[in-house]
T-cell receptor
């Protein structure tokens, strides 16, 4: 089946540093990937839509200069949290869209837990 | 914008009993309704989905029903097992090839052995 790999699964960093999270579709090509953020005991909130070869589309309220997204190939999208602060600590999850039975189905990565000290 | 309400927020059932989770959506253009299971510290996993041209779909112990007129859909888990314990999210997606999904608020299901 379709697999989406996310790396790292967890990361701890100091305040002010930048952290990059990778999202790879292992056995299919994904022209569109999505980045979500999830706080404890809450639902997934879409941050941005990542389109291969073009700029990402950010949801309202998400700072594009803080959360840099690069979708340079059909199998890789990266999210860079720049100048991270403790309030950026969260669970970040990516998903990739693939066609299945005439529709587009989302496959999620395992998530990356970011802790900013 | 899209809005998906999910109930209940927590649900405890005895092993072997059934569990039902309900969601209501507001966008009449929605045509795809997936359900995801999320275990602690992991990403969501698709467990079943239904499209707007179907009223019910079943996969072993899991079933989903859709009422387009009332704009609600439900997840039914029969013969629950302890490994069914997780957080379940409903979601919906508008039609027209748009791929963004909106998630419900989640239901924490606990199956008591």
């Amino acid at each position: 089946g379709a697999v989406v790999s996310q790396h790292p699964s967890w990361v701890i960093c100091k305040s002010g540093t930048s952290v990059k999270i990778e999202c790879r579709s292992l056995d299919f090509q994904a022209t569109t990937m999505f980045w979500y953020r999830q706080f404890p005991k809450q639902s997934l909130m879409l941050m941005a839509t990542s389109n291969e070869g073009s700029k990402a589309t950010y949801e309202q309220g998400v700072e594009k200069d803080k959360f840099l997204i690069n979708h340079a190939s059909l199998t890789l999208s990266t999210l860079t949290v720049t100048s991270a602060h403790p309030e950026d600590s969260s669970f970040y999850i990516c998903s990739a869209s693939r066609p299945f039975s005439g529709a587009n189905v989302l496959t999620f990565g395992a998530g990356s837990r970011l802790t900013v000290l | 914008g899209e809005n998906v309400e999910q109930h209940p927020s927590t649900l405890s059932v005895q092993e072997g009993d059934s569990a039902v989770i309900k969601c209501t959506y507001s966008d009449s253009a929605s045509n795809y309704f997936p359900w995801y299971k999320q275990e602690l510290g992991k990403g969501p996993q698709l467990i079943i989905d239904i499209r707007s041209n179907v009223g019910e779909k079943k996969d072993q112990r899991i079933a989903v029903t859709l009422n387009k007129t009332a704009k609600h859909f439900s997840l039914h888990i029969t013969e629950t097992q302890p490994e069914d314990s997780a957080v379940y999210f409903c979601a919906e997606r508008p039609g027209g090839g748009y791929q963004k999904v909106t998630f419900g608020t989640g239901t924490k299901l606990q199956v008591i052995p």
